[in-house]
């Protein structure tokens, strides 16, 4: 009995050592020694010694082979890591061999850009300077010539077209400062040649009218001898005075010389054909100086002069009229009025037409008015001089037009397209003065603050009104109601609102080198300006007196610009986004053959989330609608984050299928789900407030399931539910998953030919392309189902 129960004893200790930790044995071997069988109990662990050997080794002998071909393999590996070894240190040094003279040419190849820039500046700039250089030596050659009349055109083509165009030089601004000096010294020149013209006909006219009286004297002659020949005779006479005058003009076809300003000298015989007076008078200084005051029109003294003679002339005849009796009559004084009217308003329109100043066009309307209600006084009619000032009204509106256009071009190109900042209640009072803006939740803010629009929101809204201003002085004293000055100015205004304000909203978005946070600016300004439409309603009825909701009123339609501008501008947003997200996408360098995907977003992604970040967060000032807020979100943040997700979704699909990309290891698909769960944390994180739930993730639905698809290997679920409502790859395309299949079948195919050493292992990877090898065919008959 005792027997037994140390031999149990010991099995138990034995067991214990077997299964105890070495560090907690001491206790279990102290039991064995303060007992008497410790000698039975050395010779159970030697049997139990032994019998663990014998394990060892059936194990050892069962695997014997198996390690003795691993280790075989490994041996030739070896040898192959070598080779490869020599291999992959032979090809670094060419490459660092090769990258040195590559250095060495990209660094040529930078200083050649370099030059080659400076080069294409300079051959830019030249271009634009050398057309104005050639066209001042043309006008100095002119000037020497004395051919006046072609320089002044020069001089104008010089100062509208090549000046601007070639830039703030130094010599561009000395040739500006001499064109009006050229242009002055034309004009003197020109009008001393023809006071001395003047004064010559009056030394000569004495010659003049003594060859004007021997020609009519000739002619008288001439005359009598016809009627006293017989009528038989006639014809002969005929011919040889025809013969004769043949003579007479190859005489006077001989060369002369000039013998005094506008005086020629013309020498004939006695019996020979007596000169006329104008081939005795040289007309070409009175010639030379009309074209030139054409070109350089009238002025406002000149106008005044001329009027003034006029209403001289006709005063006289009034009182000649209604002092004398038989001297002059009604008649002959209304018809020369009617003849003097004509000729006047046909030179007026001839003149005002080469106008382009509208301040000369307002005074001249002042000067006709006037010119009208004094004749008028005296009795004479002036409708026709009304009816022509409604006439260059029309022009008068076109001038206003082209001179406001370079006001709004020069207030969008020198606004800094950031929120106004204001810095005292009296500074907050001026700009509240130049356009009516009203924020009570803004008022209630501290000083500083900043306004919700920029410097070219007041400064347009008070050119609208200059504007308004200035049709409204020309439609003074011309007789009209209220109602037609009213429809006048509305009507003008309009032109200014929907043509030249509205094509300057446009270049203002449209031209190069805009930015994000300048368009949306420009969406916030036109915002403003489109709630200020009604005001300026009101103010051309206060001006005006006639009420806005008056019968027949024509409506103001910038409402309608202001939107047009502001749509231009949201889609010039969304559109520049897709270019954004399309240039990071250009950095993307994907590892297509990678046997294991990366932890982390590439960083193009990275770089690409956290831009888009940034201007979402610009994208928080915009207005929601034109009641609500300027730094309220609102539907065009909303809409251009939802674009931009959408082509960042669709891009990356496009990148995932191009053509150039034979195949796709699932390596690589790893990375690319982790870029793709990156764009979804973006959308979960809601970077415009004002999405519904996960709204914004929708965008990535197409790529989510299809990545879930080939992640998890879920094709049994997509062929068994294809076509349901409640398929959980509803979003998935069977073309899409066929093209991407067939990429992931070629990466492993390429794999197990590059491994084709360790064909014992290669089971797994045999039996998945199996499995992809009948995908492919069931996708291909699904898609031929789908198309019978």
């Known amino acids: 009995m005792a027997s037994a129960e140390t031999a149990a004893e010991h099995e138990r200790i034995l067991r214990e050592i077997e299964s105890t930790d070495t560090n907690c044995i001491g206790p279990t071997l102290r039991s064995v020694y303060d007992g008497q069988e410790h000698g039975l109990f050395m010779e159970k662990l030697e049997g139990r010694i032994r019998n663990h050997d014998r394990e060892i080794e059936k194990m050892c002998n069962h695997h014997f082979q198996g390690f003795v071909d691993s280790i075989t393999e ?83 083509q010089l100062e509208e077209s090549c000046l601007p ?12 400062e001499n064109i009006p000096r050229l242009r002055t010294h034309i004009r003197d020149v020109s009008m001393s040649d023809l006071k001395d013209f003047l004064e010559s006909i009056r030394k000569h006219s004495d010659k003049i009218g003594e060859t004007a ?85 009238e002025t406002l003294e000149g106008y005044r002069r001329y009027f003034n003679q006029i209403v001289g002339f006709f005063v006289v005849e009034d009182h000649i009229l209604h002092t004398t009796q038989g001297l002059v009559n009604r008649a002959y004084v209304e018809e020369l009025w009617e003849l003097s009217l ?28 006037l010119f009208a209600d004094t004749l008028q006084g005296y009795g004479f009619p002036v409708n026709q001089l009304f009816d022509m000032l409604l006439e260059m009204r029309d022009q008068y509106g076109e001038i206003l037009l082209k001179k406001w256009n370079q006001s709004f071009r020069l207030i969008l190109d020198q606004d800094n397209y950031s929120p106004i900042p204001v810095g005292s209640p009296e500074e907050y009072q001026r700009i509240a003065g130049q356009f009516p803006f009203q924020d009570p939740e803004l008022e209630k803010m501290s000083f500083p603050k900043k306004l919700p629009f920029s410097e070219f929101v007041p400064k347009v809204y008070s ?15 011309l007789h009209l109601s209220s109602t037609e000055i009213d429809d006048m100015i509305r009507k003008s205004t309009n032109l200014l609102l929907t043509r030249t304000l509205s094509h300057c909203l446009q270049y203002a978005i449209k031209k190069k080198n805009v930015g994000l946070a300048e368009l949306v600016q420009i969406i916030i300004n036109t915002t403003h300006l489109e709630q200020s439409c009604h005001y300026l309603e009101g103010f051309i009825s206060n001006i005006t007196n006639v009420p806005p909701d008056t019968i ?58 956290a831009f888009l970040c940034s201007t979402f967060a610009v994208f928080t000032h915009l207005p929601g609608n034109s009641i609500e807020h300027a730094t309220l979100p609102g539907k065009v943040a909303q809409t251009a984050c939802m674009s931009a ?61 299809l990545l879930d698809l080939f992640t998890q290997w879920d094709w049994s679920t997509y062929l068994a539910d294809y076509g349901r409502p409640t398929c959980k790859y509803l979003r998935v395309n069977p073309h899409t998953a066929l093209a991407l299949l067939e990429k992931i079948s070629r990466s492993m195919k390429d794999t197990s030919r590059k491994n084709n ?31 019978a």
């Open 74 to 156: 490994l041996l030739k590996v070896r040898g192959e890591a070598q080779k490869l070894k020599g291999q992959v240190t032979e090809t670094n040094q060419k490459l660092q061999n090769d990258g040195k003279g590559l250095l060495t040419s990209m660094g040529e190849l930078r200083q050649c850009r370099l030059q080659q820039r400076n080069i294409a500046t300079t051959i830019d700039k030249l271009t634009h300077c050398l057309p104005v250089l050639e066209m001042y030596t043309k006008l100095q050659e002119q000037m020497r010539t004395k051919r006046y009349y072609p320089a002044l055109r020069t001089l104008e």
């Open 165 to 176: 165009q070639a830039g703030s030089y130094r010599f561009c601004t000395i040739m500006a």
């Open 213 to 297: 009286m021997k020609q009519a004297q000739g002619q008288i002659a001439r005359d009598n001898a016809v009627t006293s020949q017989q009528r038989s005779a006639r014809g002969r006479r005929i011919r040889k005075e025809a013969c004769s005058g043949t003579e007479v003009d190859r005489t006077e076809s001989d060369p002369f010389q000039e013998q005094d300003s506008g005086i020629l000298d013309v020498e004939y015989e006695e019996g020979d054909e007596i000169p006329g007076a104008q081939d005795l008078v040289d007309f070409s200084p009175v010639y030379r100086c009309l074209h030139i005051y054409t070109v350089l029109h």
């Open 342 to 369: 004509s000729k006047t308003i046909a030179a007026l329109r001839t003149h005002s037409s080469y106008c382009t100043d509208p301040d000369l066009i307002l005074d001249l309307k002042n000067l006709i008015v």
């Open 463 to 477: 050119q609208i009104k200059e504007f308004i201003y200035a049709c409204l002085k020309y439609s003074e004293d």
């Open 552 to 609: 027949n009123a024509t409506k103001l339609y910038g409402t309608s610009t202001f939107k047009d501008a502001r749509h231009a501008a949201e889609e010039e947003i969304y559109t520049n986004l897709n270019q954004k997200i399309d240039q990071f996408l250009q950095l993307a360098d994907y590892d297509w053959t990678a046997v294991q995907g990366g932890g982390q977003a590439s960083d193009y992604l990275s770089d690409l989330i």
């Open 645 to 705: 997700c959408k082509h960042l979704s669709t891009s990356l699909l496009q990148l995932l299928l191009e053509a150039d990309v034979r195949q796709v290891s699932m390596g690589a698909l790893q990375q690319f789900n982790v870029d793709v769960k990156e764009c979804e944390r973006f959308a979960r994180a809601g970077p415009v407030p004002g999405f519904q739930g996960d709204t914004l993730l929708l965008a990535f639905i197409d790529l989510r399931q």
């Open 757 to 787: 050493m360790f064909a014992q292992f290669r089971k797994n990877e045999r039996d998945k392309q199996k499995l992809i090898d009948t995908v492919v065919k069931q996708l291909k008959n699904l898609i031929a189902t789908n198309q």
